[in-house]
């Protein structure tokens, strides 16, 4: 299982544009990483996460984390090509993030319950899962553009 390192980007992201999140990230820790940064080695980017992991077979991404423990502070997991979600046979609240194809923040969710779904989302292709709270930890909000390393 592969396992990301996923930062919000701001001021500028890669590519030397400005970002739309302009909010005071003075509270989060700044990850500088020129190597994946190429175009621009000034670029300031705030980690969210180095514990992502990818649910890249069909089992992890039927199951999702239905029987797993809940997960700690900054762990998530990562579904790839869609658009909805369930929480059917979870017990416990989670935090959802669906992305665009070019990982801007489309929709969040807030303490999903269990036994819910999600709508579908139109333009959505890829979805973060966390424990309840999380967001609201980092200030996240949608039009925010994050960034995934390996």
């Known amino acids: 299982m592969k396992v990301y390192k996923v930062v919000d980007s701001y001021k ?3 590519c030397g544009n ?4 302009n909010g005071d990230k003075s509270d989060y820790n700044k990850y500088n990483d020129s190597s994946s940064c190429k175009k621009n080695n000034n670029t300031n980017l705030v980690l ?8 890249e077979d069909f089992f992890s991404r039927l199951f999702g984390l239905i029987f797993k423990k ?8 990562l579904f790839e090509n869609c658009n909805s979600i369930h929480t059917l046979g979870m017990r416990y609240y989670i935090d959802v993030i669906f992305l665009n194809r070019s990982d801007e923040i ?3 969710f807030h303490s999903l319950k269990p036994f819910r779904f999600t709508p579908f989302l139109n333009g959505a292709s890829k979805v973060l899962e966390f424990k309840s709270g ?7 909000k949608v039009g925010d553009k994050l960034n995934f390393y390996c």
């Open 134 to 140: 999380f967001i609201k930890s980092t200030s996240l």
């Open 48 to 55: 969210i996460s180095d514990k992502i992991k990818l649910a």
């Open 70 to 77: 809940e997960l700690i502070n900054d762990e998530g997991l």
């Open 18 to 21: 400005n970002s739309s999140n």
């Open 12 to 14: 500028e992201d890669c």
């Open 106 to 108: 489309i929709a969040i």
